[in-house]
């Protein structure tokens, strides 16, 4: 084997459990079983798939012999001898204890288990780097797109300023439906169930909490420090209606759910999920359906922007069989790779801290002195306008003698602009709720 | 240092000599001067810049201490120590032979040298295994953008189908200068030098040299096997006029110079570099300016894209860095990546056998029976025909009683294509030659 010439002692053979046979572990397990030849070559070993634990091992499993299943994945992980465990169940328990014991018993693991790395990350990189043994989890963040080797490694000797990302294909498809074909936010929901781009239940991806899973793994790479999905301000895209993206089409924009890490001035981490405008102009106005696009903003390497399907069964499970290629090939060479550093350990900003750039709609009085009392307001908070926009509210909701004012901010501060939106909708001339949108990519 | 407590015999300080103190390499020094502890930390283990070969060492350069200036690669290479060395002269000599001289000695290299690795990478790559020494060439395509690790890791379980990029930024500049600002060939060509984006001798990139070198490391990558760069079919953009970019444009299309690497149908690899149409809609049309861009299709991962600066020094040098980085990672653990693999060992399909679509245009004699005659022609050597469109020729070139006809193909057979086109020349119904363009991304 032409990689292996130096490794005489090296095992020829890794044994490899499977957890979880749903969409991606089935694609896993096959790829497994069908290229096993091409695996070996490019690992440098023979991959033996020794088990799979699924939910009920009586169903059978097209192309998975029934003798590989089992029921009890804590027995596969205990008793297997497994070299290689592959986590793909999905969700903290049992998943947490499956990982953790795995790695006791000195096994490396790969998982795609985004929600469980944002939440417990911690305690799991430790328990890898004390055991020395590999945890990949390139499949985790945006499928098949490359993004957690590119800045574990490729970015690692630049400085990562900025990173923004569309990671949740669910919810960039019903944003894509409201812009494209003008759909309510619930038809677009209800699209995206039918064609099995939303689950039955939605939450997870509709109120942002697998965006800010996500966004907690980024920023923790990204900036070499512990970042939680509890340290992750979250807004989902519930709230967006067919009014807001038509006043940002006007603007030349479109809404996107973003999971944003940044560094700021004092050197924090601010990171956040929420709905957001970007220019049509920008690279991740361009990402339609369910894609998924990263764009990163480094000291030296300039703006770099990823793409690609960031879900489904086939793409996440070439990222998994990436990752078990690569964590087989370190076995073999008996080494991991560096763990997790937390070097930099920096803290998360507040939101209320954050400073970015605002879009502000609301209804006003028509009359004399309103639009000076409305600027002024803003001013005694701080807060600069870019641009103003005055003009009369859509037929089908005029309250008589009154007009929509849309206002884009400079930067400014996230405490300075809510504190605005509160003192607005206090005064008289403010019809209703002021709306507000953050302005990305400008 | 939290990443290496269980190597407690790991060396603390590795040497790196660097070769080459051009914008790249004035880049790279410095960084390792000014972000010491900052790159330790990302290591695990100090790096001290033992030396940097350059051209003149009496001209002093701002941030780099002159006693570590040297104008003795060679000497520097063979008794400096060092344990990596970074290559950034460029060209073949001296490169060549410093490369496998730092590898002899038990160097790990890093280089950005896309030239020396299409042409020795086999030599190079096999003194580098026999050694037990890594080499990383992350720098060598598309600057900063990703795209050496993610082939060689990330999708490594995966079966590339296609690789499609717009892989040299100065020939990028030229042709969306001649698209957006209709300027012509010699125009674009002496503005883009102007302004830094070609060299004074502009061959290399304008005559696809360049790309084609990057062709063959994507292809060898991509594919597990030797492709150097006289495997890679190559034609620049230097015969690019601006009527092609107008048919072109008519078409809903803009002309890229793309390096390709493809697998057809006979397990063969396709490579080259040509200019080819490319739909507006296409991602890789929207790269502008001397941007990078790598579209690549697998069979599980889908359509990924990577975008971002391709050449320049500051995104040079982060590619480097990181590379740097990895490498000395790797040394601390006395391990090497897995060799360059070419296991599968595919060869490499001749042009006259690719198959892709073709766009053709030429002037016909205006009379009944010509488009039906031109069609038969192409039936008869086996081209058919998706979509024609016959119109008058521009005012300021128009013979009397001649049309345009434009014509797209099927899929069709380079040999196919080119004895269409030479038959053609000889019939008596089309005046002077035949204009192609082949056209990709559909």
Redesign the interface.
Known sequence: ???E??EVDAPRVLRVALLGCGTVGA?VAR?MLTQRED?A??S?CELDLVGVAVHDAGRPRPGIPDELLTDDPEALVADGGADIVIELIGGIDPPRRLVLSAIDRGASVVTANKALLAKHGEEIYAAA?RE?VDIYY?AAVA????IV??LR??????QILTIMGIVNGTTNYILDKMTTEHQDFATALATAQRLGFAEADPTADIEGFDAASKAAILASLAY?STVRIDDVYREGITGVTSEDIEAAESMGCVIRLLAIARLDEAGRIEVRVHPATVAREH?LA?VQGANNAIFVE????????????GA?G??T??????????VA?NRL???EN??H????GLPVAPMSETRTRYHLRFQVVDQPGVLAAAAGLLAGNRVSIHSVHQHAPRADDRPTGTAVLSMVTHLAREADVMACIAELERTGYVHGQVRFMRAEGL
């Open positions: 084997m032409v990689n010439t130096n694609q790829t695996l070559a490019k440098g780097e020395g390139e499928g098949a797109i490359p080797r590119p490694e490729s970015l690692v000797g630049d070499h690279p361009m480094a000291a030296n390497a300039g703006r770099l922007m990823f793409m690609g399907p489904g086939s793409p499970a070439s990222a998994v069989t990436g990752d078990l290629v690569t090939r060479r008996g080494v560096p763990a550093s937390v070097y930099q």
